[in-house]
């Protein structure tokens, strides 16, 4: 009986020390979400000397959760870049366990300034 207990013990210690936490997760993809960002604003806004700004960031669980269909976790980040008298804002969406991020905006809800 002991002898599952620590077993048990060992089993939980392992599966907690191989999860990610989510700040952790967020530091993680914050560099790859701001040269997103930082990129597509060179674009749209025709100009190389750009700076960024983390404006919010946050986990986004998975719309299909259950014992059968799991969605994928993501990141999702707000940032502002400005440069050359102008600025816009970008929605970065890094999904978990993929290699790279995509730029949403500047659409709908978010305009150039």
Request: charged content about 15%; aromatic content about 8%; overall charge neutral.
């Given at each position: ?15 907690l ?9 967020l ?13 597509r ?71 150039e300034?």
């Amino acid at each position: 009986m002991a002898t599952l207990r620590a077993l048990m013990a060992l089993i939980v210690l392992l599966i907690l020390a191989g999860c990610v936490s989510q700040a952790q997760f967020l530091d993680n993809k914050q560099s790859m979400a701001i040269q997103t960002a930082s990129n597509r604003a060179q674009f749209e806004l025709s100009c190389q000397d750009t700076s960024a700004t983390v404006i919010s960031r946050e986990v986004i669980q998975p719309a299909l959760q259950g014992p059968w269909v799991n969605g994928i976790q993501r990141a999702e980040y707000t940032i502002g870049i400005s440069g050359c008298g102008k600025k816009a804002m970008f929605v970065v969406i890094c999904p978990d366990g993929g290699e790279g991020c995509f730029a949403a905006g500047p659409g709908r809800f978010h305009h150039e300034y």
